[in-house]
């Protein structure tokens, strides 16, 4: 599938009065917690580390951010520990990458091992949870729709979110991005119990070829980290994001 050319975001760079700390959570790795297994064997645990480091990297030597990563180099911290890493710190915002798998997939040989594969689901998706007090809920909002705007306009493909039914809720002014509940199948523990604003960011679908080649190369991880600083300057400018 060919999928559509990105484009990094102009951004204007002036160095803030003070600067934004935003921690950037590897997703999964926890002890025994390896996540999903993509269409190359790829484990999710390795593929976040390796984008959570690139993606605080450069949000770090942009200047307006001060970046912590959640989990890095062999560490294994529990899902508890990044939530008091976020909030003891205290960060403004966190991010949490994954990777998703979803809809029918069908079996193939990848090299030495049997994987699976799906091309019709590709894109990326935000999620945050609506569960908590009002204030919190609503800048975990204003950071989803943020970013899922700056990586539409980017050139990033959102999902439309066909297999989430009962999962998430879409949001039809802001697609791409998804709200989890109380009333859910799968309540997410990091989304709704951090007291800091936090959303989950599925960078990808980790059984589509094309997305995973794309998301290889560093072209893509510049534009990204350009559309997700572009995002949390948006967030972050508007007075109800300021503590
Ligand atoms: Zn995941």
Known sequence: MALAPLRAPQLGLAKPARRWRVVVDAGHGARGNDGN????CQRERDVTLELGFGLATRLSLM?????????EGDAEPSYAQRKTLAESWPADAVISLHTDVRGTASAFASGSCVSYRNAAAPGFAVLWSA???AALTAQRQRLSWALTDALSGAGFKAYAGDDYVGLYDGEPEH?????NRKTHARR???LRSLEVPTVIIETHH??????VARWAETRTRDVFARAVAKALLDYFDAPEAVR
């Open 63 to 71: 200047g307006p951010f001060e970046v912590r990563l959640a989990r």
């Open 131 to 133: 569960e908590g007090p």
């Open 206 to 211: 980790a059984l589509d070829e094309s997305e």
């Open 188 to 190: 997410i523990w990091f």
């Open 37 to 40: 297994t993509g269409c190359h």
């Open 175 to 179: 697609v791409g991005s998804f709200i």
